[in-house]
C-alpha cells in the first residue's frame, strides 16, 4: 500500500490532472474573447502565454496539495472516496469531504476552514509559478 504523501502526489496528478485539462478550454474561451475585443493575433499570444503558464501552476500545486492533504485530512475531515484534495484554481470546501459517501467535518471545522487552508497554500504556490513563468517566459514587447 502506498503511503499518504504517495498516495496525495499520485492522485494530484491524475485527478487533478484530469479536471485542470477539463478546466483548460474554458480559459482557450476567454483567449477567443480576446480575439474578439483586440484581434487574433493578440489572442493567440495570449493563448501562448496561458498555456505554459497553467503546467507550471499545476506542477506548483503538487507539494501544496500534499501537504494539504497530510495536515487537513482526517484532522479536520474525513473523505472514504478521496481523489484529489486541493487544486490552485478551486478552492477546497464541501466538494472534497464527498458526504455521499459518508465524508464529514471533524472536530467544528467547516467550508471556510478547508477554503482558508487552500488560501494560505495558494498564495504562494500562484507566486512561484508567476516567478517561474516570469523567469521562463520573460514578456518582450513587440518593435512599434
Same mark, same amino acid.
Given at each position: 500500500m502506498l503511503d499518504r504523501a504517495?498516495? @496525495?502526489a499520485l492522485g494530484y496528478i491524475l485527478f487533478g490532472g484530469a479536471a485542470s485539462l477539463v478546466v483548460l478550454p474554458l480559459a482557450l474561451?476567454?483567449?477567443?474573447?480576446?480575439?474578439l475585443r483586440h484581434g487574433l493575433r493578440?489572442?493567440?499570444?495570449?493563448?501562448?502565454? @496561458? !498555456?505554459?503558464f497553467a503546467g507550471i501552476l499545476f506542477v506548483s500545486g503538487l507539494p501544496a496539495n500534499v501537504l494539504f492533504t497530510l495536515v487537513m485530512r482526517e484532522r479536520f475531515y474525513t473523505d472514504?472516496?478521496?481523489?484529489?484534495?486541493?487544486?490552485p484554481w478551486a478552492p477546497s470546501g464541501d466538494w472534497?469531504?464527498?458526504?455521499?459517501c459518508q465524508g464529514h467535518y471533524l472536530g467544528?471545522?467547516? @467550508?471556510?476552514? !478547508?477554503? !482558508?487552508?487552500?488560501?494560505v497554500l495558494a498564495?504562494?504556490?500562484? @507566486?512561484?509559478?508567476?516567478?517561474v513563468f516570469r523567469r521562463a517566459f520573460p514578456h518582450r514587447p513587440e518593435a512599434a
Open positions: 504517495t498516495e @496525495a474561451v476567454a483567449c477567443w474573447f480576446v480575439g493578440h489572442a493567440l499570444k495570449v493563448a501562448k502565454r @496561458a !498555456l505554459p472514504n472516496d478521496p481523489l484529489v484534495d486541493w487544486l472534497i469531504v464527498d458526504v455521499s467544528g471545522a467547516s @467550508a471556510w476552514t !478547508l477554503r !482558508l487552508a487552500w488560501l498564495v504562494p504556490v500562484w @507566486a512561484l509559478a508567476i516567478a
